[in-house]
């Protein structure tokens, strides 16, 4: 069977994981990266194979482009994804759709007519999924409570900032994501943002920590813990508990080798200090059951529904955070 042959549009840092992605994959083949930068696309494709340019719709539109790839700025995605349905061509892009739900509402009938996949690539972190899958098999009885820890081992800079949306639609909103991959039906968010270290993200009138809770349909509770720095590394951790027990996902480190001595006992290596290094496997996969998507297959890779659930669940803990209530959710 032939390559996928790929359109890559924005080739800035998670552009760059695509394009390497794609490059690994016997199933891939870059055909074009553009970016407005055209000396990024150029490097990206000195490195990866293809041809550049500097207009994104040109790469989609290109006869030789099968499926496409939207890591450029949040802005853009709403405009590019429904050029990539004009031209029947499917498509991941990164998450969020948009920082406007009602932009998102704009191509939801349009989305639901093609192939839209969503980048929310820690569906496919194979520790996560086997939790999800022995949740999903009853090993600890019907769910009660799922616990969500996220802590980035920096604050990002203060121009990104700026743009993205806060910390609830930019960072959360994986964990939104996550959320809903264990309890589909979320009907209230109750959320706390906290301005515990950095006088920059404050005065940008965002938060550098939060603490959500979401209540399921059927009353199961999840907690999301949020922050914008950790010391340790890269944190990254799942517990989900019922009547049955509870089944944890633990942080990542190169080995579980382990060093006791009369210093210290249990000391490991540190924990990743990247998303890049944590969720390597995590993109290859999403890639590979996207190109499935293309073939035609079911690979259940999150949707354009699973995007806009997140937002509006983003735009609700915003709310919440900043209104000091619980918030009523409807996801239909």
């Known amino acids: 069977m032939s390559p996928v042959r790929f359109a890559l ?12 992605s794609i490059h690994r994959s016997e199933d891939a083949v870059l055909a074009v990266a553009a970016d407005a930068v055209l000396a990024g696309a150029q490097r990206t494709v000195g490195q990866h194979g293809g041809r550049a340019t500097a207009d994104p719709f040109e790469a989609i539109a290109a006869d030789d482009v099968d499926a496409v790839v939207i890591a450029s700025p949040t802005p853009t995605h709403v405009d590019l994804i429904a050029a990539c349905l004009d031209a029947g061509k499917p498509v991941l892009c990164e998450k969020p759709i948009d920082l406007d739900i009602t932009r998102v509402d704009a191509i939801r009938e349009r989305a639901a007519r093609g192939r839209v996949v969503l980048g929310f690539n820690r569906r496919f972190d194979p520790h996560f999924a086997e939790l999800r899958r022995r949740v999903q098999a009853g090993e600890i009885g019907r769910l009660e409570h799922l616990a969500i820890t996220s802590r980035d081992p920096e604050p990002p800079p203060a121009e990104y900032v700026a743009v993205s949306g806060g910390i609830f639609r930019d960072m959360a909103i994986h964990d939104f994501d996550t959320a809903r991959s264990f309890v589909p039906e979320v009907v209230a968010v109750t959320a706390v943002g906290l ?68 210093a210290s006992s249990s000391t490991g290596e540190p924990y990743r200090r990247f998303f890049l290094e944590r969720y390597r496997e995590a993109y290859e996969l999403e890639l590979a059951a996207f190109v499935a998507t293309v073939r035609g297959e079911d690979a259940g890779s999150p949707g354009f529904e699973d995007g806009r659930a997140a937002l509006l669940l983003a735009d609700a803990a915003e709310v919440s955070a900043r209104e000091g209530r619980t918030v009523a959710v409807d996801l239909s």
């Open 195 to 262: 301005r515990q270290f950095d006088a920059g993200i404050a005065g940008q009138d965002d938060f550098d920590a939060a603490v959500t809770t979401l209540v399921g349909a059927g009353g199961e509770s999840i907690t999301i813990t949020n922050s914008r720095h950790s010391a340790y590394g890269y944190d990254q951790r799942l517990e989900a508990f019922g009547p049955g027990g509870a089944l944890e996902v633990g942080n990542v480190t190169p080995t579980l080798v382990r060093a006791s001595s009369a």
């Open 9 to 20: 549009i924005g080739t800035g840092r998670i552009g760059q994981v695509h394009a390497a």
